[in-house]
């Protein structure tokens, strides 16, 4: 009798304990470092990279920049930042990581010359011993203090190589044109070379820029079709616009310029990566019948020496893909809508991170459900004025995951829902980190207890960052496509909000996470299983 009762009791008690009031995930650990303060440790800013399994960050304490060297979850040093020369402020421009140095790019408008200044300090990663201070890497004549040019600076995949590319001053008379000085480790010239855009601004939009290890530099654009091809393209229901992807060296004042062009599709939302070895990969989503709608992901390998098409591989997303962690309503809805405009139903507004290359040859690409509102709205005063406030809405919703196996096919997608909204804090605690180990993908973001259990068809709960419900989710997406969500830390601690844009896999496939609680931060190390 007192066992039964026991036992009644057990189960009347669990069915008061929420379904997320679970214990943590099995399937990895989490590694704390000491408790840090702003006061005490500083600000934290945002991650510049790794080397080995060391991670650098930017922290700043009142007025100073600081760049921390953490190795693991303990902090190896925490070193200021000289940025003041000759009695004038400098800010930083870009912090790049070679194998052994730290390169500090700075930059100072002179109104007096009326000309932007680029200088360079570099550190020892070590121990941030000084090697150069403040050496002028390059200087921009500005027509004023509203065109000013700008530089853009880059390392390749290896980090041999650094590109510092000088943009003059906007002129909308003319070809856009720039300078590309490319530099070995130590920041010696390599080669310098002025160019032209071999189209104008009308034409071609870059999309994104890598500096190979060879010292090459590619950059990947949209060519439009003119007037007259638009039209006649247009009715035979063929894309108005191409890839083009162009390669600039030391040899030639003009690039090399190759078109990227599959048939049939309409290619949106490519992006370029580039490993240490291997064939250039050109990756993103594709539409059936325009440019805006998306059905599915798209593979491509580039022959890295001749730039050419050598595999390619698509995968077309079903409609019950699509309609995925949609509740019914919703669906129904989505079909009509498609079914009224004479479309196939889309994807829509998704944006692309960086492929990630696995060690097997194959690759993954995350693309995820992004986009910004900006709300304006005018009130009057009571003295018969008016004020005026701005808010900006971030969003960021599902996630699709591609897998793509070492011959560079396709082998399944798969859809990681949630729902992040954030105002006026440009999305920082929102998005995922992702890391690859093995056969294994894990998605790390900041979700709702109430997604924990989620199935195909329930209604996502929307994350939100003070609700007494938030909690990091771990997702974990196995060889054959199929997720598992779960809780990745203890219940002594769900108050902890991640920073997923900010957490970096290691080279020993942990990751480096920033983590919030209160007024403290800490710093953390994932160990997946």
Same mark, same amino acid.
């Given at each position: ?109 002179? @109104? ?31 027509? @004023? ?119 049939? @599709? ?262 997946? @299983?």
């Amino acid at each position: 009798m007192h066992s039964k009762l026991a036992l009644l009791l057990a189960f009347s008690v669990l069915a008061f304990v929420p379904a997320h009031a679970q214990k943590k995930t099995d399937k990895a650990d989490v590694k704390w470092g000491a408790d840090m303060t702003i006061k005490d440790n500083g600000k934290f800013r945002y991650v510049i990279g790794d080397v080995d399994n060391s991670s650098f960050i930017v922290v700043r304490r009142k007025k100073d920049v600081l760049i921390q060297r953490m190795d693991g979850v303990k902090v190896a040093w925490q070193k200021p930042v000289d940025l003041e020369l000759d009695e004038k402020d400098l800010s930083i421009h870009t912090i790049i990581l070679t194998k052994t140095d730290i390169l500090v790019f700075c930059y100072y408008y002179d @109104k007096k010359d009326n000309e932007t200044r680029l200088y360079l300090s570099s550190y020892d990663q070590a121990s941030f011993m000084p090697l150069k201070h403040f050496e002028k890497v390059a200087t921009i004549p500005a027509l @004023k203090s509203s065109n000013t040019g700008a530089f853009i600076i880059s390392s390749s995949p290896d980090r041999s190589k650094v590109l510092v590319q000088v943009l003059p001053p906007f002129d909308k008379e003319d070809l856009e044109r720039s300078s590309m000085n490319v530099y070995d480790a130590d920041m010696q010239l390599q080669w310098s070379q002025e160019f032209s855009l071999p189209y104008t601004d009308a034409d071609y939009r870059v999309e994104s820029q890598r500096v190979d290890n060879d010292g090459s530099v590619l950059v990947l654009g949209v060519k439009y079709a003119d007037r007259k091809e638009k039209k006649a393209l247009k009715r035979a229901n063929k894309s108005t616009y191409e890839y083009h992807l162009l390669v600039y060296t030391g040899d030639s004042p003009t690039p090399q310029d190759h078109a990227i062009a599959v048939q049939d @599709k309409f290619l949106q939302d490519m992006s370029l990566s580039m490993a240490d070895q291997g064939d250039i990969i050109c990756a993103g989503l594709f539409g059936n019948k325009g440019s805006f709608s998306v059905r599915g992901a798209f593979f491509l390998r580039l022959d890295r020496t001749t730039k050419t098409i050598s595999h390619e591989s698509f995968k077309e997303f079903s409609d019950d893909f699509i309609t995925s962690y949609m509740t019914e309503k919703q669906a129904q809805k989505a079909k009509k809508k498609a079914e009224k405009q004479d479309q196939e139903l889309e994807l829509p507004e998704f944006v692309l991170h960086d492929i990630i290359h696995r060690d097997d040859g194959g690759a993954v690409l995350i693309a995820e459900q992004y986009f910004m509102r900006v709300v304006t709205t005018t009130s009057s005063t009571p003295n018969g004025g008016t004020t005026t406030s701005t808010t900006y809405h971030y969003y960021y919703n599902d996630v699709v995951v591609v897998n793509i196996d070492p011959q560079g096919n396709i082998e399944w997608a798969t859809k990681v829902p949630k729902r992040q909204h954030s105002i006026n804090d440009d999305g920082i605690f929102s998005s995922c980190a992702v890391a690859v180990k093995g056969g294994k993908i894990y998605l790390v973001f900041n979700d709702t207890g109430e997604n924990l259990f989620v199935k195909p068809g329930d209604k996502i709960k929307q994350f939100e960052l003070k609700g007494k419900d938030a909690l990091v989710i771990l997702a974990t997406i196995g060889e054959d496509g199929n997720v598992s969500r779960e809780a990745l830390f203890t219940p002594d601690r769900r108050d902890v909000i991640l920073r997923p844009q900010d957490c970096v896999q290691l080279k020993d496939d942990t990751m480096f996470i920033y983590a919030s609680r209160y007024k403290d931060y800490r710093f953390g190390l994932i160990e997946f @299983k």
